[in-house]
């Protein structure tokens, strides 16, 4: 036990000295940690509230952005970064997203999270799948994987609901970047999602329609409104009058309702946005739409009524596994064709709109979607807008966040070119004033010599003895290399990998004690094993690799992830 | 030329039809899952039909909240509601709400299993309904006196149709078949203080004819759907005849698209079974359903002052070659057989240059795409007008709707 105890310390000293090393190598890859002063030096900054600064300083100052502007005092503590040819943005808002609530198992109603009771419901009064008083800043767990990923697509922040069942729970702005769950909430709630989705035929308990899910929901506001005079009169005067009926469900929405929170509607084709304006006035709820993507038909209706959009940045796809036989109609085809031009519509007619990520699960393609907007006529800076102040200003959080201003949370996104560029790389970004940087996957100068696909077996010597990991690696054509490295410590994937001749390179992210720590093995391949180093915090170790026979690597993979 | 066609028992341009949990589910309404967009409304209009009653499905004793539409092809669906005509509530008996035809593996039966139960459920929701009337009366009562700090009853959704039946401010449009169902309705009306207007499908409607007459009460049937289900055994050809030599105001509804394409020939039939005359033949599928839905002051017949809701021919409209040529409502053109055939290959034309370009786009690779974006600015039609095809969609009879 103190043995161990003095290998830890020795190994954590051993750190400690790296890391002072490390201060003056250029290739830092600090990642996280506490928030620290960092000055970005000479950058185009594109602030989103003002016109873009040319060769610009922008100094964060723990978490806050204390100064922006072409000459800005840089103070002595600060980490200075060149920002020669680099773009400085704020960092963007997945404006409608469950990031950060890490997938629930399976359970037997759509979209994950409680559905329905054991008991079936016989009406609005047993409140089917509703559980308004869940939350997206309780519910976030640092253990959701797409956190970083999101990060490194350039995300910093996201409105984040939990999913399942019509009243799901009350969504919050998170910040992705934080040491405990509670770091990451910036402003809780925010809104309150719904869905009108059921599971669809009969026996489920109700409402099983579309029907059937409107008047329940429409209840649950009268319901609400009710139970606000009825509280007040009952406290009023209590003495010989039947007390009103405690409901959790009213309970949440009355004081949601009392602070004017955002009611999120979905509605994606005319016929919906259309109903979703009229229930907002039958509602009387201040409202905003999510979906949208037919909006090209109704935006200066939905203008009229100065209602917010969302719009779904997965355009709508041909299915996959679609009969051959069956033809799609005209307007399906016309609402696959003209739904990019959505934003550009909604712009046009002067109604505010954020983009939110839908289900699009690779980060990169959510810009990715948003240029075919561009393409279809959307101005850069309003589709830049739409993913940074809109959505703060739609979210009752531009106060703080959204552009890049003084006093505002240093959340920035810094690229090599304009954001929506199809050859732009995300150099990194800041969530409240923490540094990140993304990685982009490298691409081998060479063609690759062999295929390093299959399991490999790892084996160094660490200050603290010898280890071993597993590699699992899947090599494509072009050379790049992805998969996961395993070792006692867990199983992290591999961020950036590939094969060019015979020397490959593969980094991934390992929470070590210090946090999450860029590991990075380079050496040479020989068509049968591995050999090369190790680089962890600036220190280097010697590591070779085998590939046991198919049987035998089994089970040495899961000796190594023990 | 004669007046347009009013279907009074359809299921059309509704995003939902039924709310299956529950055996009284009069809080839904059709009103708020119209669907303008149901490719079926073009269909009908290009079968003559100006007006629809568009009725929940028949799952439940007491189901949800209907509405009279004009078939207004092209608009959104707060321009469809027939404007001032009576919402109704959808009512059903027999085989349906009991869920005779109809079990899910695993799931408990719903009540009601019977007939019995049937009438149950109904009674039971309108004295429930009542109660609920009587709490609002004395609460407004209490607060016309002057009394402060009273809380208010809650509002409830499923009870305020029902006591707008029993104000008469709302039709019952009750599904049913047998005449021992018929009469117990009749029945249950009269101990609540309702009416029933129409009772729909009424299959044995000849059987109790004379009672239905003298209630006043409507009926609104199929030509002769017959044996699709126990409870339509009895059903004959010389229904809508029979119960109209009765003095009973008879319809001829579609209860389907593909039906309601054709309901000048489902009224023809009469004058075959039950020697109808013409005119009388007409009248179900025109006067009559405008009585029986209240609209009959503006739709219904050709008269100076009424909506030019028109259906024009280019045979008698009874006989069996006959097509529809134009069909106006408020005296616009709706739909337009010419224009429609000179239409299609333009749409077929747009739909091959659409699935082609969409093709090219899903096969590119981002970097080939990138020299011809353009943003597409054709001017479109106000909505799509694909073809109608006759029998599209098989014939839902016997089903839940």
């Given at each position: 036990m103190r043995l161990k105890l003095f290998r830890r310390c020795a190994f954590a000293l051993c750190m400690v000295t790296s890391l002072l090393l490390l201060v003056r190598l250029p290739l830092v890859r600090a990642q996280g940690g506490e928030p620290q002063y960092f000055a970005i030096r000479g950058a185009k900054v594109v602030p989103v509230s003002g016109p873009p600064i040319e060769d610009a300083t922008i100094v964060v100052s723990r978490g806050i952005i204390t100064a922006v502007a072409k000459d800005a005092a840089i103070p002595p503590e600060a980490r200075v970064i060149d920002g020669k040819d680099l773009t400085v943005y704020p960092g963007l808002v997945d404006a409608f997203a469950d990031v950060g609530i890490p997938a629930a198992p399976p359970s037997g109603g759509e979209g994950g999270g409680p559905r329905r009771s054991q008991e079936q419901a016989r009406g609005p009064q047993d409140r089917p799948a509703s559980t308004p008083w869940r939350s997206g800043a309780d519910e976030?767990?640092?253990?959701?994987?797409r956190i970083e990923s999101w990060r490194n697509g350039g995300f910093t922040t996201v409105i984040c609901a939990p999913k399942g069942g019509f009243f799901p729970g009350e969504a919050a702005v998170l910040n992705l970047a934080g040491e405990r769950a509670g770091d990451l909430v910036v402003k809780s709630p925010v809104a309150i999602p719904l869905s009108f989705q059921t599971s669809g035929g009969f026996g489920g308990g109700f409402p099983d329609s579309l029907l059937g899910v409107l008047a329940y929901i429409r209840q649950v506001w009268l319901d609400t409104d009710w139970s606000i005079k009825a509280q007040a009169l009952y406290e009023k005067n209590p003495r010989g009058v039947a007390r009103p009926r405690y409901d959790r469900t009213e309970a949440t929405l009355a004081e949601a309702l009392e602070n004017h929170a955002l009611v999120l509607i979905p509605a994606n084709n005319t016929v919906q946005l259309r109903r979703a304006i009229e229930l907002i006035e039958r509602w009387q709820v201040k409202g905003a739409i999510y979906g949208g993507q037919m909006g090209y038909e109704v935006a200066p209706e939905i203008a009229a009524k100065k209602l917010p959009v969302l719009v779904d940045l997965k355009w709508p796809d041909a299915e996959k596994d679609a009969d051959p036989e069956s033809k799609p109609s005209l307007r399906t085809l016309r609402f696959r064709d003209r739904s990019p031009s959505t934003p550009a519509a909604l712009a046009k007619a002067g109604v505010k709109f954020a983009f939110y990520s839908s289900s699009i699960t690779a980060p990169k393609n959510i810009l990715k979607a948003a240029k075919k907007s561009i393409d279809a006529g959307l101005s850069p800076d309003v589709a830049l807008r739409a993913f940074t102040l809109s959505a703060a200003e739609i979210f009752g959080v531009a106060d703080r966040l959204g552009s890049i201003e003084n006093g505002k949370i240093a959340n920035l996104v810094v690229t090599d070119g304009d954001l929506f560029g199809e050859k732009t790389k995300i150099k990194m970004a800041f969530v409240d004033g923490r540094l990140f940087e993304a990685h982009e996957p490298e691409k081998p100068k060479d063609p690759s010599e062999g295929d390093i696909t299959g399991k490999w077996k790892l084996s160094y010597t660490t200050p603290e003895g010898p280890e071993e990991s597993t590699a699992d690696l899947m090599m494509d054509k072009d050379g790049t290399i992805s998969g996961t490295i395993t070792s006692h410590r867990g199983t992290a994937n591999i961020i950036s990998g590939y094969l060019s001749a015979d020397k490959f390179s593969l980094t991934s992210n390992i929470v070590l004690d210090q946090g999450p720590t860029d590991v990075m093995f380079t050496g040479t391949f020989d068509g049968n094993s591995l050999k090369g180093s190790i680089t962890v915090l600036g220190m280097s170790l010697d590591f070779t690799g085998v590939k046991p026979g198919n049987a035998a690597s089994t089970t040495a993979a899961l000796g190594g992830a023990q | 030329m004669i007046p347009g066609i009013i279907d009074c028992h359809s299921h059309i341009a509704?995003?939902?039809?039924?709310?299956?949990?529950?055996?009284?589910?009069?809080?839904?309404?059709m009103e708020e899952v119209l669907d303008p967009d149901d490719i079926d409304i073009y269909r009908d209009l290009a079968g003559g039909v100006t007006s629809a009653n568009i009725l929940h499905g028949s799952a439940n004793s007491i189901g949800g909240q209907t509405l009279v539409i004009k078939l207004?092809?092209?608009?959104?669906?707060?321009?469809l509601p027939f404007e001032g005509a009576m919402p109704g509530i959808k009512f059903a008996l027999g085989e349906n709400p009991k869920r005779s035809n109809f079990s899910i593996p695993g799931q408990p039966r719903r009540y009601p299993a019977t007939r019995m139960g049937v009438e149950e459920t109904i009674r039971a929701a309108f004295s429930e309904a009542r109660d609920y009337k009587k709490a609002w009366d004395d609460y407004n009562k209490r607060v016309a006196a002057g009394e402060k700090n009273l809380i208010p009853p809650r509002r409830d959704l499923k009870l305020e149709p029902l006591v707008e039946v029993l104000e008469g401010k709302r039709y019952v449009h009750s599904h049913c078949y047998r005449e021992d169902e018929i009469l117990m309705l009749l029945r249950v009306a009269k101990e609540f203080g309702f009416k029933v207007r129409p009772f729909q499908h009424v299959l044995e409607g000849y059987k109790v004819a004379d009672e239905l007459a003298s209630a006043g009460v409507g009926a609104s049937t199929f030509s002769d759907w017959w044996a699709y289900k126990v409870e339509a055994y009895d059903a004959i050809p010389s229904n809508a005849a029979l119960m109209t030599r009765r003095g009973v105001i008879v319809s001829i509804n579609s209860d389907d698209a593909e039906e309601a394409t054709h309901l000048n020939q489902e009224a023809a039939k009469s004058m075959k079974y039950g020697s109808l005359s013409h005119d009388e033949a007409l009248k179900l599928v025109t006067l009559n359903p405008a009585i029986q839905l209240g609209i009959d002051k503006r739709v219904g017949s050709i008269d100076v002052g009424k909506d030019a809701d028109l259906a024009v021919y280019n045979h008698d409209p009874l006989s069996a070659y006959a097509v529809v040529q134009k069909t106006l409502i408020d005296g616009r053109v709706y739909f337009d057989r010419e224009k429609d055939i000179a239409n299609r290959a333009e749409i077929e034309k747009e739909k091959k240059a659409l699935t082609e370009k969409l093709k090219q786009a899903e096969k590119k690779p981002e970097e080939k795409k990138a020299p011809e974006k353009k943003p597409e600015e054709k001017p479109k039609p106000p909505a799509p007008t694909p073809t109608p095809t006759a029998a599209q969609g098989a014939a839902t009879q016997g089903g839940v709707r």
């Amino acid at each position: 036990m103190r043995l161990k105890l003095f290998r830890r310390c020795a190994f954590a000293l051993c750190m400690v000295t790296s890391l002072l090393l490390l201060v003056r190598l250029p290739l830092v890859r600090a990642q996280g940690g506490e928030p620290q002063y960092f000055a970005i030096r000479g950058a185009k900054v594109v602030p989103v509230s003002g016109p873009p600064i040319e060769d610009a300083t922008i100094v964060v100052s723990r978490g806050i952005i204390t100064a922006v502007a072409k000459d800005a005092a840089i103070p002595p503590e600060a980490r200075v970064i060149d920002g020669k040819d680099l773009t400085v943005y704020p960092g963007l808002v997945d404006a409608f997203a469950d990031v950060g609530i890490p997938a629930a198992p399976p359970s037997g109603g759509e979209g994950g999270g409680p559905r329905r009771s054991q008991e079936q419901a016989r009406g609005p009064q047993d409140r089917p799948a509703s559980t308004p008083w869940r939350s997206g800043a309780d519910e976030v767990n640092l253990s959701d994987k797409r956190i970083e990923s999101w990060r490194n697509g350039g995300f910093t922040t996201v409105i984040c609901a939990p999913k399942g069942g019509f009243f799901p729970g009350e969504a919050a702005v998170l910040n992705l970047a934080g040491e405990r769950a509670g770091d990451l909430v910036v402003k809780s709630p925010v809104a309150i999602p719904l869905s009108f989705q059921t599971s669809g035929g009969f026996g489920g308990g109700f409402p099983d329609s579309l029907l059937g899910v409107l008047a329940y929901i429409r209840q649950v506001w009268l319901d609400t409104d009710w139970s606000i005079k009825a509280q007040a009169l009952y406290e009023k005067n209590p003495r010989g009058v039947a007390r009103p009926r405690y409901d959790r469900t009213e309970a949440t929405l009355a004081e949601a309702l009392e602070n004017h929170a955002l009611v999120l509607i979905p509605a994606n084709n005319t016929v919906q946005l259309r109903r979703a304006i009229e229930l907002i006035e039958r509602w009387q709820v201040k409202g905003a739409i999510y979906g949208g993507q037919m909006g090209y038909e109704v935006a200066p209706e939905i203008a009229a009524k100065k209602l917010p959009v969302l719009v779904d940045l997965k355009w709508p796809d041909a299915e996959k596994d679609a009969d051959p036989e069956s033809k799609p109609s005209l307007r399906t085809l016309r609402f696959r064709d003209r739904s990019p031009s959505t934003p550009a519509a909604l712009a046009k007619a002067g109604v505010k709109f954020a983009f939110y990520s839908s289900s699009i699960t690779a980060p990169k393609n959510i810009l990715k979607a948003a240029k075919k907007s561009i393409d279809a006529g959307l101005s850069p800076d309003v589709a830049l807008r739409a993913f940074t102040l809109s959505a703060a200003e739609i979210f009752g959080v531009a106060d703080r966040l959204g552009s890049i201003e003084n006093g505002k949370i240093a959340n920035l996104v810094v690229t090599d070119g304009d954001l929506f560029g199809e050859k732009t790389k995300i150099k990194m970004a800041f969530v409240d004033g923490r540094l990140f940087e993304a990685h982009e996957p490298e691409k081998p100068k060479d063609p690759s010599e062999g295929d390093i696909t299959g399991k490999w077996k790892l084996s160094y010597t660490t200050p603290e003895g010898p280890e071993e990991s597993t590699a699992d690696l899947m090599m494509d054509k072009d050379g790049t290399i992805s998969g996961t490295i395993t070792s006692h410590r867990g199983t992290a994937n591999i961020i950036s990998g590939y094969l060019s001749a015979d020397k490959f390179s593969l980094t991934s992210n390992i929470v070590l004690d210090q946090g999450p720590t860029d590991v990075m093995f380079t050496g040479t391949f020989d068509g049968n094993s591995l050999k090369g180093s190790i680089t962890v915090l600036g220190m280097s170790l010697d590591f070779t690799g085998v590939k046991p026979g198919n049987a035998a690597s089994t089970t040495a993979a899961l000796g190594g992830a023990q | 030329m004669i007046p347009g066609i009013i279907d009074c028992h359809s299921h059309i341009a509704a995003e939902a039809i039924n709310e299956g949990s529950v055996s009284v589910s009069s809080m839904v309404n059709m009103e708020e899952v119209l669907d303008p967009d149901d490719i079926d409304i073009y269909r009908d209009l290009a079968g003559g039909v100006t007006s629809a009653n568009i009725l929940h499905g028949s799952a439940n004793s007491i189901g949800g909240q209907t509405l009279v539409i004009k078939l207004r092809w092209g608009q959104p669906a707060s321009k469809l509601p027939f404007e001032g005509a009576m919402p109704g509530i959808k009512f059903a008996l027999g085989e349906n709400p009991k869920r005779s035809n109809f079990s899910i593996p695993g799931q408990p039966r719903r009540y009601p299993a019977t007939r019995m139960g049937v009438e149950e459920t109904i009674r039971a929701a309108f004295s429930e309904a009542r109660d609920y009337k009587k709490a609002w009366d004395d609460y407004n009562k209490r607060v016309a006196a002057g009394e402060k700090n009273l809380i208010p009853p809650r509002r409830d959704l499923k009870l305020e149709p029902l006591v707008e039946v029993l104000e008469g401010k709302r039709y019952v449009h009750s599904h049913c078949y047998r005449e021992d169902e018929i009469l117990m309705l009749l029945r249950v009306a009269k101990e609540f203080g309702f009416k029933v207007r129409p009772f729909q499908h009424v299959l044995e409607g000849y059987k109790v004819a004379d009672e239905l007459a003298s209630a006043g009460v409507g009926a609104s049937t199929f030509s002769d759907w017959w044996a699709y289900k126990v409870e339509a055994y009895d059903a004959i050809p010389s229904n809508a005849a029979l119960m109209t030599r009765r003095g009973v105001i008879v319809s001829i509804n579609s209860d389907d698209a593909e039906e309601a394409t054709h309901l000048n020939q489902e009224a023809a039939k009469s004058m075959k079974y039950g020697s109808l005359s013409h005119d009388e033949a007409l009248k179900l599928v025109t006067l009559n359903p405008a009585i029986q839905l209240g609209i009959d002051k503006r739709v219904g017949s050709i008269d100076v002052g009424k909506d030019a809701d028109l259906a024009v021919y280019n045979h008698d409209p009874l006989s069996a070659y006959a097509v529809v040529q134009k069909t106006l409502i408020d005296g616009r053109v709706y739909f337009d057989r010419e224009k429609d055939i000179a239409n299609r290959a333009e749409i077929e034309k747009e739909k091959k240059a659409l699935t082609e370009k969409l093709k090219q786009a899903e096969k590119k690779p981002e970097e080939k795409k990138a020299p011809e974006k353009k943003p597409e600015e054709k001017p479109k039609p106000p909505a799509p007008t694909p073809t109608p095809t006759a029998a599209q969609g098989a014939a839902t009879q016997g089903g839940v709707r």
